[in-house]
């Protein structure tokens, strides 16, 4: 009775993995245009595509890490200065891509950069503070791709957005989880508004790994800052314990980083690279093994969980 269903499992198993081992030529004839390579996974990505044959476009936000990059990388390689939250930053960048790729089109964008700080328990923060990060993580991401849609609808190449776990469920407060939401509900239109044109669109969820953006020290810098300055009134509403066990809570998601950036940018790159990207990665064992399984568990259960 078992034999059966064995094979078709083993059959489908095998099915899914020829299907997605099969890979694109003339890699290096290939433009990608990188968002957020000064460090972590923007550098990372960039130094993996290049060691690949592809010409990297790599955007940093400062002159320091265009210039570390590419000591690392072939004068393939080509950096630009780009801050995604200026419009006019963003115009320039487009029209030094488009220079570059000519009537070649992008092939891929990667929307990689993203801050987490400033956060904290929601009623400790301003407007400013959830604007900050949604300026970067959400609204910067729209500015870039839609300055890029021409160029990579000419070529019908791919876009991948760097979401993360905390895009599926909500793990602190402040507006990363709010950004992290919105680039799952951006990407999932893009895909079906671009199918038409032969654009594949890839959504990428991390958990945790030790990058700049994730850093205990900083994070509770930024609490204990935010937890200083909230009016009296609502600083004995929450209490010191409150107050502790939200850097405990800060200190339990840093002990579970990842050294190996590769679990990421590999899955960045197959959805470059292969013929048949997936339209959505989970990036390390807390994604595949905990964060998602709970998102599809009743909000009870998750609650529970997560605590």
């Known amino acids: ?21 099969q890979l694109l030529g003339n890699l290096s004839d290939k433009y990608v245009f990188i968002t957020g390579c000064d460090t972590g996974f923007g550098r990372q990505i960039a130094k ?3 060691g690949r044959g592809m010409k990297v476009l790599a955007a940093c936000l400062t002159d320091a890490g265009a210039k570390e990059l590419k000591k690392e990388t072939s004068s393939r390689l080509q950096t630009i200065n780009l801050d995604v939250t200026d419009s006019q ?3 320039a960048a487009a029209k030094w891509v488009a220079e570059i790729v000519t009537d070649k089109g992008l092939w891929g964008l990667v929307n990689n950069a993203g801050i987490l700080i400033p956060t904290a328990p929601n009623e400790w923060l301003t407007k400013e503070d959830f ?5 970067v993580n959400l609204l910067g991401m729209v500015d870039v791709t839609i300055n890029l849609l021409p160029l990579i609808r000419k070529s019908k190449g791919r876009i991948v957005n760097v979401s993360s776990i905390a895009g599926r469920m909500s793990l602190c407060g402040g507006g990363y989880c709010m950004s992290k939401f919105g680039v799952e509900a951006f990407s999932d239109s893009l895909r079906r508004e671009l199918k038409t044109f032969g654009v594949k669109v890839s959504i990428i969820n991390p958990d945790f790994f030790k990058t700049e953006i994730l850093h205990a020290a900083r994070l509770k810098e930024t609490v204990t800052d ?3 300055k909230i009016r009296p009134d609502v600083r004995n509403d929450y209490g010191e ?7 405990k809570f800060i200190d339990a998601l840093c002990e579970r980083t990842c050294a190996k950036l590769t679990v990421v940018t590999d ?24 964060y998602m399984p709970l998102t599809y568990l009743p909000t009870c259960v998750a609650d529970y969980i997560i605590g």
């Open 1 to 21: 009775m078992w034999l059966p269903l064995l094979v078709v499992l083993g059959l489908i198993l095998w099915y899914r993995w020829h299907r997605q081992s």
């Open 48 to 50: 993996q595509l290049d």
């Open 89 to 91: 930053s963003v115009s």
């Open 131 to 135: 604007r900050k990060i949604l300026d």
């Open 226 to 228: 935010k937890w200083k």
């Open 241 to 247: 314990h409150y107050y502790h066990n939200y850097c």
């Open 267 to 290: 899955c960045m790159e197959h959805a470059l690279t292969a013929v048949h990207p997936w339209t959505r990665y989970s990036a390390g064992p807390y994604a595949k093994l905990l």
